[in-house]
């Protein structure tokens, strides 16, 4: 049986608190049903006997506190809100804890902005890690030594692991269900909480929104050279030649700033202007594609998948609100097509 130790930590989300609660106790139900050892041992653990959130309209009353656990399997580290420096200052007591049970063996599991408090332990150093998309440029700037990957869903690094952004948190879940209580046992709850099991990537919903908080106003004044022009061929001696200065320096403190290459930030910037061209209009792909700039098919299909997950008509199939029907018109359909 695997010791669960799901963290309560000050300014806690309380659905992350409680889904991957669920889901555990599922687990253990569905294993005993079906007269097998339950493979999970919960326990909620917090530095105090209560902890507030959301300015006190939830209260959690962990039944350990930290300080009584001395070991422990694995440890769930959920998304917190609020200023993400305040909340790793004020945990202190949880990053300590963290520490102390990684070096005891324990593999640590962090929720969406959770991964804020688990890089503040130091453990993600040189490690790849996933968290909210909305939070990247901040994460960047606070633990440059950590290898974000804000496309994933799930990383795994030698028993750290970390999820994407929101309720995709849930994914990784269900791979650490899969991981100690077995396949079967993970496609059940994915079953019973309606859970896309497989799902690997959060690209596609991925807003994009340029890094300039950085200080560096030439590279601001580039970016926004970029998102004004989106819809015209932009070169790098282009760029450089209107913030005055030369080709090299420009793309290295582009990329010190931003975390793109130019080439990325331009393409980044295309599609993301292509997305909101799909979703909201009745233009053609061909039209979208000629509207932000490109004129060959096969180069806009390949960077348009390759920043989004998805080729350019999969995007506009799935998220066009113009060519949405309600559920009471598509059930009609569907019944009109049974009767025949």
């Not at 993600?124 to 633990?143: E, I, P, Y």
């Not at 290459?261 to 792909?285: F, G, P």
């Not at 997950?309 to 799935?318: A, E, F, N, V």
């Amino acid at each position: 049986m695997k010791r669960v130790t799901i963290l309560v930590p000050e300014g806690a989300v309380l659905s992350g608190i409680e889904g991957p609660h669920k889901i555990f106790l599922e687990a253990n139900e569905y294993c005993a049903r079906n007269g097998r050892n339950k493979p999970f041992l919960i326990e909620l653990a917090g530095a105090s006997r209560e902890i507030r959130l959301n300015d006190g309209i939830y209260a959690v009353r962990p039944n350990r506190l930290i300080s009584e656990i001395t070991s422990s399997d694995l440890v769930i580290i959920p998304p917190i809100y609020g200023d993400p420096a305040k909340q790793v200052e004020a945990n202190w007591e949880i990053v300590a804890f963290i520490r102390e049970m990684r070096a005891k063996g324990a593999e640590i599991a962090s929720l969406c902005l959770g991964a804020f408090i688990l890089a503040g332990s130091g453990l993600l150093d040189g490690k790849q890690c996933a968290t909210h998309w909305v939070a990247a440029n901040s994460f960047r700037s606070m633990f440059p030594k950590v290898d974000l990957a804000v496309e994933k869903i799930v990383t795994d690094n030698d028993g750290i692991y970390t999820s994407g952004g929101a309720y995709s948190h849930l994914n990784l879940i269900l791979y650490l269900v899969e991981k100690y209580a077995g396949r079967d046992v993970a496609i059940h709850c994915s079953k019973v909480f309606a859970i896309d099991i497989d799902r690997g990537t959060q690209s596609p919903f991925i807003v994009f929104n340029g890094q300039k908080d950085h200080g560096d106003e030439a590279i601001k004044q580039a970016q926004e050279f970029i998102e004004s022009n989106y819809k015209q061929k932009i070169s790098v001696d282009q760029i450089a030649s209107l913030v005055s200065m030369g080709r090299r320096n420009l793309e290295r403190r582009f990329k010190k700033a931003t975390a793109n290459t130019i080439v990325e930030y331009i393409q980044r910037a295309k599609v993301e202007a292509a997305k909101l061209a799909l979703e909201s209009t009745h233009d053609n792909v061909d039209d979208v594609m000629s509207m932000v700039g490109y004129t060959d098919p096969k180069a806009f299909r390949s960077v348009f998948r390759s920043i989004t997950g998805l080729t350019p008509i999969d995007y506009k199939t799935r998220y066009n609100r113009t060519d949405s029907i309600d559920y009471k018109t598509r059930d009609n359909r569907a019944n009109s097509v049974e009767d025949v």
